[in-house]
């Protein structure tokens, strides 16, 4: 069974840094590519940051570009997202998402609980 | 960037009758579009792929059609699980969602 497991969040003062991570199990996790989606209390769903099955490619949404960075490990069946300048409007529960496939072009399997992420002073 | 439009905002119905929702896309995104529901305090599911094929484990009376602009979510006779909030998203064009419809029971 695909489990993904996010953990990292908590509350931060704007302008500070935070580094999620998405341990992941129960498929070939070097076979597809990963995103990070948020959502807002309350909100809709963004696409946030995606990086394909071996890393060479990221992409970002622009709301993020700059800011946060992901990566993986392979080895570890990792995810990671580093995000830094942190604004308010970046408070949201991230999600860790599986892509239907090895790139970004995509649709998202969510199998994880989500980690929130709260920027205030 | 593609803008997904949603309606209606909110639907409420009974158990055993027809949801029909509907996701609008602003400009074509041929049959790269998703659905997915998400109930309270829990991450989305993925529904449908590709305007019409059921995600593994979906009931089939959950069902997608539509191409290029305008696309339709069906559940064709509503269980009390069924209650959530329905997105919409498209990859044709980068990634976007639509704003969502809730599905009352």
């Known amino acids: 069974e695909v489990q993904l497991v996010e953990s990292g969040g908590g509350t931060v003062r704007p302008g500070g840094s935070v580094r999620l991570s998405c341990a992941a199990s129960?498929?070939?996790?070097?076979?597809?590519?990963m995103s990070w989606v948020r959502q807002a209390p309350g909100k809709g769903l963004e696409w946030v940051s995606g990086?394909?099955?071996?890393?060479?490619?990221?992409g970002y949404a622009d709301s993020v570009k700059g800011r946060f960075t992901i990566s993986r490990d392979n080895d570890k069946n990792s995810l990671y997202l580093q995000m830094n300048s942190l604004r308010a409007e970046d408070t949201a529960f991230y999600y860790c998402?599986?892509?239907?496939?090895?790139?970004?072009?995509?649709?998202?399997?969510?199998r994880g609980q989500g980690t929130l992420v709260t920027v205030s002073s | 960037e593609i803008v997904l439009t949603q309606s209606p905002a909110t639907l409420s119905l009974s158990p055993g009758e027809r949801a029909t929702l509907s996701c609008r896309a602003s400009?074509?995104?041929?049959?790269?579009l998703a659905w997915y529901q998400q109930k309270p305090g829990q991450a989305p599911r993925l529904l449908i792929t590709?305007?019409?094929n059921r995600a593994t484990g979906i009931p089939a009376r959950f069902s997608g059609s539509g191409s290029g602009t305008d696309f339709t979510l069906t559940i064709s006779s509503l269980e009390p699980e069924d209650c959530g909030v329905y997105f919409c998203?498209?990859?044709?064009?980068?990634?976007?969602f639509g704003g969502g419809t809730k599905v009352e029971i």
């Open positions: 998203q498209q990859q044709a064009n980068f990634l976007t």
């Open positions: 400009q074509s995104v041929s049959n790269y």
């Open positions: 590709d305007a019409s």
């Open positions: 129960g498929f070939t996790f070097e076979d597809y590519g």
């Open positions: 990086i394909y099955w071996n890393g060479d490619t990221t």
């Open positions: 998402a599986k892509n239907t496939g090895p790139y970004l072009d995509t649709y998202f399997d969510f």
